[in-house]
């Protein structure tokens, strides 16, 4: 079965403090995974994907193949990185299949 | 460039009702996919459409359907509406499936209420 499991529908931090939000998936195959993000009142954007292994607003991710893992990190957190935060892994055929997110809060 | 949009923002419909959802993607993309996003979910993928046709599919009944028009726009039917299909549709286009940037953008969705 292809799945993404996202465990917390919340994480609530200080600013400053270090962030991980977990993503595990379920994947028969090489994976293509995928951190989208939502801010307030804004669409559904693409944060980063771990074939470019980028840095994207100080968020890095990395495929751990043997944990099946995709977890997303932030060393210190900012007030603007308060949004909702969906892992995704998209299968050969190209269709996008999502966690159910998490609701990143940072507060000052 | 608006990106992709989505008309309407918002529909409210009742049950056994059919409803018609429209997207134009991104200025340079063909390929367009739609999403149903329930409340505290994340989104579902209903189908994709390339090249005029149905590409993929997900879980969807065949009261979904879709369509593509030669100028890359899509649409999105739902027939006999039910109360669980209240949600937020969204649509997202890309390039050709396969391309090296298949970087999907997403529309901001059309809220469907059905009462």
């Known amino acids: 079965a292809q799945r993404v499991t996202q465990p917390e529908k919340l994480l609530s931090v200080f600013k400053g403090a270090p962030v991980e939000l977990k993503c595990n998936y379920s994947?028969?195959?090489?994976?293509?995974l995928f951190w989208y993000v939502q801010y307030s009142r804004q669409r559904l954007q693409l944060l980063l994907r771990?074939?470019s292994r980028e840095s994207i607003k100080g968020f890095t991710a990395d495929l751990n193949k043997g944990e099946t893992s995709f977890h997303l990190k932030k060393p210190f957190a900012q007030e603007e990185d308060s949004a909702m935060y969906y892992c995704?892994?998209?299968?050969?055929?190209?269709?996008?299949?999502f966690g159910q997110g998490t609701e990143l809060s940072v507060k000052p | 460039d608006a990106g992709v949009t989505q008309s309407p923002t918002h529909l409210i419909k009742t049950r056994g009702q059919q409803v018609t959802l429209r997207c134009s993607p991104k200025?340079?993309?063909?390929?367009v996919s739609w999403y149903q996003q329930a409340l505290g979910q994340g989104p579902q993928f209903i189908f994709q459409?390339?090249?005029?046709?149905?590409?993929q599919r997900g879980n969807f009944p065949d009261r979904f359907s879709g369509h593509q028009f030669p100028n890359y726009s899509s649409e999105l039917n739902v027939n006999a509406l039910l109360l669980g299909d209240s949600a937020l549709y969204l649509c997202?286009?890309?390039?050709?499936?396969?391309?090296?940037?298949?970087?999907?953008?997403f529309g901001s969705g059309t809220q469907l209420s059905v009462l």
């Open positions: 997202a286009s890309s390039y050709t499936p396969g391309q090296a940037d298949e970087k999907l953008f």
């Open positions: 994947y028969s195959g090489s994976p293509e």
């Open positions: 771990h074939i």
């Open positions: 995704a892994l998209k299968n050969q055929g190209g269709k996008l299949i």
């Open positions: 200025s340079g993309h063909d390929t």
């Open positions: 459409y390339y090249e005029e046709e149905e590409r």
